[in-house]
């Protein structure tokens, strides 16, 4: 029995146990000293970017294709064993391209992704108009990049079914508990430890006299509820254009998505002079402002929440973290994701599942 500590439960954390939990060889205690999926994963938009992304090899492309494919068993596994819904939208992402883009990059990636097993389309204006009446198109959108396979999955929920579903394999989850790593190695004696604490991560492996230098940047969302439905009900894809997402919300209680409810997001704010980051209210007037230029009948939904979150993102090194701690090889690390914690979840907990049992 091989007994493993896991330090933190956002989605990175709760992955981990999911995927260990299904090994009767493992032992797995999860700590967090707050409720499950709080933290980056509560701010996520949970934009799933990985064929669109211009990643086409090396570890980047690799982590991104390994979640993608398996969010696809995933989602239908988690519900069948938990009995919870999690909203799932498969029906892809279309990105705006502005004038100026170049588009044979576009070309040259949708013939990469092909030879890649992977689909990518071209559209026109004429067709983004035809399949997307909501949007408004000036002169300046020149095409558009749909990614069929792509996908947009509720954070929250997934991580709510994946304690759930890991707590059923015999995990332990330890909430409300504020305890550093080096104590809980000591004290309950584990054989490995997992450190993906996102941000908490850096104090936790100072405690352990190995600095993992990660840092916030913050990001601010938009729930927005429209009083009659926008777009068309048959395609309802997310919708991005210079780093501004339109997220359709799923109806809980239908397979199909609603056009009524959006998350808008997400800023991107760094600390200035490595100070504390207050949330920028210009910034998020201005994304806002985007978003509706883009769907002008968002001007006229109702603002329901307002919310931010601190992304880790490593310092000086590419995100994210999946390795050994240097000069403790107990201890691992899987953390400063920054922008794609929900993305390459699964892929990191595959990871450390290979790292633990090889």
């Not at 919708?239 to 997001?265: K, M, N, Q, Y």
Request: proline fraction near 6%.
């Amino acid at each position: 029995m091989i007994r493993v500590a896991i330090i933190g439960c956002g989605i990175i954390g709760a992955s981990i146990a999911f995927e260990l939990s299904q090994f009767p060889e493992l032992k797995v205690t999860v700590f967090d000293k707050q409720p499950p999926g709080q933290g980056s994963t509560g701010a996520a938009l949970g934009v799933l970017m990985g064929v669109i992304s211009h990643k086409t090899k090396g570890r980047n492309w690799q982590l991104r294709e390994t979640s993608l494919q398996r969010y696809e068993t995933l989602i239908p596994e988690l519900e069948a064993v938990t009995g919870r819904k999690i909203p799932f939208n498969k029906q892809g992402i279309l990105m705006l391209c502005s004038e100026g883009e170049d588009l044979t990059k576009w070309e040259k990636l949708i013939a990469t992704r092909r030879s890649q097993g992977w689909q990518l389309e071209l559209w026109d204006v004429e067709r983004v108009r035809d399949r997307c009446p909501h949007l408004s198109l000036n002169d300046k959108i020149i095409a558009a990049i749909y990614s069929p396979q792509d996908r947009q999955v509720d954070p929250t929920a997934l991580t709510l079914a994946l304690v759930d579903a890991a707590e059923r394999n015999g995990a332990i989850f330890e909430f409300g508990v504020p305890v550093e790593a080096a104590e809980i190695a000591a004290s309950l004696e584990f054989d490995r430890l997992i450190v993906a604490a996102g941000l908490g991560s850096a104090a936790v492996t100072e405690s352990l006299n190995q600095l993992v230098d990660i840092r916030p940047v913050l990001g601010q969302a938009l729930h927005l509820r429209s009083a009659k439905p926008l777009g068309n009900p048959d395609f309802t894809p997310v919708i991005t254009c210079d780093d501004v997402h339109i997220v359709p919300l799923g109806d809980s209680l239908r397979d199909s998505f609603a056009s009524r409810e959006f998350w808008v997001g997400a800023t991107v704010e760094f600390s200035e002079n490595g100070g504390e980051i207050q949330a920028n209210a210009d910034m998020l007037g201005q994304m806002m402002a985007r978003a509706i230029a883009l769907c002008p009948g968002l001007a006229e939904a109702e603002i329901i929440r307002k919310w931010s979150g601190l992304r880790p993102r490593p310092e000086g090194r590419p995100a994210p973290i999946i390795e050994t701690l240097s000069g403790n090889d107990r201890v691992l690390i899987a953390s400063g994701h920054y922008r794609n914690g929900v993305l390459l979840a699964p892929a990191t907990a595959r990871s450390i599942r290979e790292m633990i049992l090889q």
